[in-house]
């Protein structure tokens, strides 16, 4: 961790500032507890930080100590998240989302957002109807529904073009209802239908703009940072147990998760650079990729620690057992069968081509390949 901070002192500070609440009075470290009032103590600290953390894709950063080595600036960003979920989910959750409105807007061209905290709420399903600068009808799962100041809602207009709205929360005609959540995972996230009635609201960016920004796919791979902070603080969990009391069959699950999580970890550093070596490129592709493997990841992570751990951490430690309920509902953002779907029509659509390319250039090259796309 201290290699790690001190190639991002930005997540040293945010640290420090957030571990110096959680701890006061000595909280046993291994047993903290992650209250409502300390949720938005914690949230409070991170929003004072926002104008701070880079936007993905923002290109690189040098270091002081060595200016031929740079940082990426994206994975600041990934692995502020990862450590915000290592505390509690709720929080990343929140926070994530005010990160990805932030950068919504600044690349559909809004660089001075509104003070307060934010949120993008992209659920479709529910009708709104938007006619002379006012907003009615339904918006569902809208986490932080109470606490937010300004949303950025998605909506469809009558010709079917995807459009944004951006609304100030705290005005007239908006009533929200929470008694759909009843979720145990995520529990605590305020997750709420909200009712709107000739609210006061404004577009944002041209219509499809929100979708056909390459920044789409940038944010969906800041919530797959936040999974796989929650999956390595469990798995750490099981490093702790196996250093207490060492055991066979504790180091053969260790080595087990290690190994895929080491795999991981280098591919979020390898897409980070990517983003911002190529900031025009959406990346689909590769990050739907990412996001399925590390939904996959986190499930083994939460199955083979409570192998190895048994009852005892999900029963008696609140920290543990509330971050595996969370993280078990957190990683149904995925899309399951249909990420996969996409992943496969999009390799096969890269390796045509490829093939193409390779036929144009080296007839006989392309023969020996055969335009295969994993190939080293």
Request: charged share 20%.
């Amino acid at each position: 961790m201290l290699a790690l901070e001190a190639k991002n002192p930005l997540l040293s500070d945010i640290k420090s500032a957030i571990e110096n609440i959680i701890f006061t009075g000595n909280q046993d470290s291994s047993r903290w507890l992650i209250t409502d009032k300390l949720r938005h103590e914690i949230l409070k600290i991170l929003i004072s930080y926002s104008d701070k953390i880079p936007h993905p894709a923002s290109g690189t950063e040098g270091n002081k100590e060595n200016k031929s080595r740079t940082n990426s600036r994206t994975l600041i960003r990934w692995q502020i998240l990862a450590y915000v979920a290592s505390i509690d989910l709720t929080i990343a959750k929140w926070f994530e989302s005010h990160l990805d409105a932030l950068s919504i807007l600044h690349e559909l061209g809004c660089e001075k957002a509104a003070q307060g905290l934010w949120a993008i709420w992209a659920a479709e399903g529910h009708p709104l109807s938007y006619q002379q600068g006012k907003v009615s009808g339904t918006k569902a799962w809208c986490s932080g529904a109470n606490i937010v100041d300004h949303g950025l809602m998605t909506y469809r207009d009558k010709d079917g073009q995807a459009q944004l709205l951006m609304v100030d929360m705290h005005q007239n005609g908006i009533k929200i209802d929470n008694s759909a959540w009843q979720a145990v995972g995520m529990q605590a996230t305020d997750t709420a239908t909200i009712h709107l009635d000739q609210v006061v609201a404004s577009n944002v960016g041209a219509a499809n703009a929100y979708l056909e920004r390459v920044g789409f796919w940038h944010g969906a791979a800041g919530v797959a940072a936040c999974w796989y902070g929650a999956a390595t603080c469990l798995a750490s969990y099981l490093i702790s147990a196996y250093q207490q009391k060492p055991s066979d069959y504790k180091a053969m699950y260790l080595g087990r998760i290690g190994t895929a999580l080491a795999v991981t970890q280098q591919y979020f550093h390898h897409l980070a650079e990517l983003i911002d070596t190529e900031p025009t490129q959406n990346h689909e592709l590769a990050i739907r990729q990412l996001r399925s493997n590390v939904e996959q990841i986190a499930r083994e992570v939460i199955e083979v620690v409570g192998q190895a751990l048994g009852a005892a951490p999900f029963c008696n430690n609140p920290h543990f057992a509330r971050l595996s309920a969370d993280l078990s509902v957190f990683i149904r953002q995925s899309h399951g069968a249909f990420d996969l779907q996409k992943i496969g029509e999009l390799s096969s659509m890269l390796a045509s081509e490829c093939a193409s390319k390779l036929a144009s250039d080296d007839t006989s090259y392309f023969i020996n390949r055969q335009g295969n796309i994993w190939q080293l």
